[in-house]
């Protein structure tokens, strides 16, 4: 690896764990909300050029794959609330992407259930269903109970 390719790969887990704390101070409310909306509004163009950089080199390099992989779950509640729908697809379908090549099955569910609710969110319900089944899928071959529980509760509201 380059000290370029060092200094950005660097930049972009900086900017994703940033966007993990801020998530869950969000998550936190109160006045800890305040703060986390704030600081990802300043941050924010830091945090998409770190994740367009992991996204950008996911193809041929597993680490930035695997970035690319955590930034749309990182962020997942600020992301809901901040990005435009079309965006937020996109960073959840590179994050599949680099889940299905890196063979994180569990990754790839947890992306396919994002994928499910975003596309319910867009009012596309057939293929809202079609993410959470594969996504059920991958719980069941992975006998992860509680996430077949969280996916089954949303096909019941899907």
């Not at 930049?11 to 101070?25: E, F, I, M, P, S």
């Not at 090549?101 to 079609?130: F, N, S, W």
Request: charged residues 25%; hydrophobic residues 40%; contains cysteine.
């Amino acid at each position: 690896m380059t000290s370029l390719q060092l200094a950005q790969f660097r930049h972009a887990r900086h900017y994703r764990d940033l966007l993990r704390g801020l998530n869950k101070l969000y998550k936190d409310g109160g006045l800890a909300l305040n703060i986390g909306l704030e600081r990802f509004d300043q941050e924010f163009a830091n945090i998409q050029t770190a994740q367009a950089w992991a996204s950008s080199q996911a193809d041929d390099d597993d680490e930035a794959a695997s970035l690319c992989s955590s930034f749309s779950r990182a962020g997942a509640s600020l992301l809901n609330l901040r990005l435009p729908l079309a965006e937020r697809l996109r960073w959840i379908e590179r994050g599949l992407f680099s889940a299905k090549r890196l063979g994180q099955r569990q990754e790839e569910g947890y992306h396919l259930m994002d994928l499910g609710m975003a596309y319910a969110a867009r009012g596309e319900i057939r293929r809202a269903v079609e993410f959470h089944e594969q996504a059920l899928q991958i719980q069941r071959e992975l006998g992860d109970r509680q996430g077949r529980s969280a996916i089954l509760a949303m096909l019941t509201c899907d």
